[in-house]
């Protein structure tokens, strides 16, 4: 990321976070050995023009890792290609289109990658609910307020799914199976039909405004779909930068293989200890406004293992 552009004063308020980021411990990865995923919701990205500073905040958090999925990214594309821009020739993007309606939020869902880390490899669609034939026309029964999206990649001898999706929030009705029958899609490909699927390896991230590891609403995502939290993960309480502990963000998976994950997944928590407003205090940015500059959720990020040539043999010789 190129960053003798900057001036003086954003200069220092990089460093602030640059800071906070090394707090966070996150391991270099290494070419075709690991490789460093993260989910991050940032905050109606698109919806209003963001200042210089949040757009290089924004691309700095996004450089630590090598593949990002990024939710509630709006139809307007101008902030996004100002991030891409500042993170250079080796980023590119898959993106979907967006949903033109008050459910769907005008809401994109994007994953960005380090090119010299990650290859995206042909496939990129959104998931529908399935459907039922009634009279002459094939109907979904369940409403997705945002469609999931979906995009194959491969890093080293791993490849793989990333499914990424923006669950409705709330205590609306239809919260919960909304979840559920995302979960019984998973499971009606990648278990049902596991010889039809692009690949078997699946990852899927996001923000699913789910409260708490192990509540109803976590059970209803993962009960049919078999999916499972890495280890790295399993004591990160809080992902959004509100008040209270809400773990809204996921990162789980299914795999064909014994593929595995380092020992090392967690936030980049900018929130903590006063550090937005050591940011923004002194830019005429409102503290109402300072999480619709950066974010109100943090990035949750783990670190794969991308070298599974022995899993792979084993599984074959296993089979034979």
Known sequence: MELTHLSK????????????????????SML???????????????????SELAITLISRILYQFDLIAITELRDDLTDFKRVMQQLGPDWQFVISDWQSDFG??????????DKRMVQFTGLAAEAQPDRQKVDDQYISEQSWWRAPYMASFK???FDFMILAMHARWG???GREQELAS??????????DNADTVFDEDLIVVGDFNIPRIGDRFYQALTQSSGLQMP?????????????????????????RHAFSYADKGGVIDFAAQGLM?????????????????????????????????????NSIIQNE
Do not use: C, M
């Open 104 to 113: 769907g939020n005008w809401e994109r869902t994007a994953f960005v990658y």
């Open 277 to 313: 407003a050591a940011i923004f205090d002194d830019t005429g940015i409102p503290e109402s406004k300072w999480t619709y500059e950066l974010s109100d959720h943090f990035p949750l990020w783990v670190q794969v293992n991308t070298n599974n040539e022995l899993a792979i043999l």
């Open 231 to 255: 280890q790295a993960l399993a004591e990160i309480n809080d992902t959004a930068a509100s008040a209270g502990n809400k773990r809204y963000d996921q990162i789980l998976h299914r795999a």
């Open 171 to 173: 205590t609306r009705p």
């Open 155 to 157: 890093a080293g001898s």
């Open 32 to 50: 075709d050995e690991t490789l460093n995923i993260a989910t991050w919701n940032i905050r109606d990205f698109g919806k209003r023009r963001r």
């Open 182 to 191: 995302f979960g019984d899609w998973i499971k009606s490909r990648w278990v």
């Open 9 to 28: 004063a954003t200069a220092e308020k990089l460093k602030l976070l640059v800071e906070r980021i090394e707090q966070s411990h996150i391991p270099p």
